[in-house]
């Protein structure tokens, strides 16, 4: 069965350093997002992309973080100098988009990110 | 502020026992998610609706727009369905999502 994958599974960088967490969406859908989850709390929507460009933003998606599609199969995050709030565990997910982005959504593993 | 509230925060239940776990939201919304995620992490989605009801397997989903509540049951509850539930909603303002806190059942033996 197709599946949403993410590398790397967990990511250690130090404060002020550039990360890019890696996603690839199963391969006909056409919407692609990326959540955080902080440990303890609440899953929250970062952005979600579709036709090249972003869709949607929340207000955690500041000038720090970015998204592309560098190629047909990758979507990355890019966080550009992390902070010490950064450290969470962030997901991918990717829908077919058929029915536009309220289809069902299926998630990566997630990749944990620590900043020190 | 909280768009999207459940109840309740932790469910303990004997297995075999009905099970519900209730979502209300504030806002408008042009669909709503019923997620499962493991103690591992990981995050499986289980319903989306926009109207009415759903049901696959054990699992039943329900939803009244009317008065923004939805509620996820599951019958003959078992050990495995131990894990984290989280409602979450599209709004319909900008397609923005909005996720609960997440209930946390535990089913024992």
Redesign the interface.
Known sequence: EPEVTQTPSHQVTQMGQEVILRCVPISNHLYF?W?R?ILG?????LV?FYNNEI??K?EIFDDQFSVERPDGSNFTLKIRSTKLEDSA?Y?C?SSEGLAG???????G??TRLTVL | KNEVEQSPQNLTAQEGEFITINCSYSVGI??L?W?Q?HPG?????LF?L?SGKKKHGRLIATINIQEKHSSLHITASHPRDSAVY?C?V?SNT?????????TSLTVIP
Do not use: C
């Open positions: 997002y959540y989850q709390q609440k899953v929250e929507f979600s869709s949607e929340s565990m997901f997910a982005p309220t289809d069902t959504q299926y998630f593993p997630g | 042009s669909a998610h997620l995620q992490g990981g995050i499986v989605s989306m926009s989280i979450a599209n900008g397609n923005q999502f909005y996720f609960g806190t997440g």
